[in-house]
């Protein structure tokens, strides 16, 4: 019902910053609860941020609060991941997600799936 395409992945030096986007298609965007996620090699996919379906409530997770900001732009069926000050344990494929649940704030409801995006951050 809706598909969700990441962007804006790359190589980045520790402390420095990037963007990510989430683009949607198909039913209405403003339908869904979104939210973000990571798998980095060898570890189990874990929830990064979600953020409500008008944008007034954000949530993250205790190893990116601070430095990650989530928001969305309805108008455009975009979601975006700012990441700053990053370590080399945020390296990971960042995925976006699309939930119509109410748990979507602790990570799960989350029915479709991007394909992904790399981020890779040296030291």
């Known amino acids: 019902q809706v598909q969700l395409v990441e962007s804006g992945g790359g190589l980045v030096q520790a402390g420095g910053s990037l963007r990510l986007s989430c683009a949607a298609s198909?039913?209405?965007?403003?339908?869904?609860?979104m939210g973000w996620f990571r798998q980095a090699p060898g570890k189990e996919r874990e929830f990064v941020a979600a953020?409500?379906?008008?944008?007034?409530?954000?949530y993250y997770a205790d190893s990116v609060k601070g430095r990650f900001s989530v928001s969305r732009v309805n108008a455009k069926n975009t979601v975006y991941l700012q990441m700053n000050s990053l370590k080399p344990e945020d390296t990971a494929v960042y995925y976006c997600?699309?939930?119509?649940?109410?748990?979507?704030?602790?990570?799960?409801?989350?029915?479709?799936w991007g394909q992904g995006t790399q981020v890779t951050v040296s030291s």
């Open positions: 997600a699309a939930s119509t649940s109410y748990s979507y704030y602790r990570g799960t409801g989350y029915a479709y």
């Open positions: 198909g039913r209405s965007f403003s339908a869904y609860a």
């Open positions: 953020i409500s379906w008008s944008g007034g409530n954000t």
